[in-house]
Structures are given as C-alpha cells and as structure tokens.
C-alpha cells in the first residue's frame, strides 16, 4: 500500500517533469522524467 503511493507520487512527479519539458521544449526537464520513471519502476519491483 505505502510502496504503491510512494510510486504514485513519483508517477505524478515524472509526469510533470514530462509535461514541463514538452511544452518549454527543455531536454534537461525530459531527462529528469526519464530516469524518475526508471527509479518508479525500480521502486515497484523491489
């Protein structure tokens, strides 16, 4: 349940960082997202 929110809560926060970075068109911000859509899913599975 905890490792479920804790998930959610980086979802949202990669989803942001995915908006910010297409809509000002910053690569850095895509980066970001990127790899806390990795931690997420590292997170999900361990």
């Not at 980086?10 to 859509?37: H, P, Q, S, V």
Request: hydrophobic content about 45%.
């Amino acid at each position: 349940m905890e490792v479920k929110m804790i998930n959610q809560h980086m979802m949202n926060k990669a989803r942001r960082a995915a908006r910010e970075a297409l809509t000002k068109r910053n690569a850095r911000k895509w980066d970001e997202a990127n790899r806390i859509m990795r931690q997420a899913a590292a997170s999900a599975f361990n």
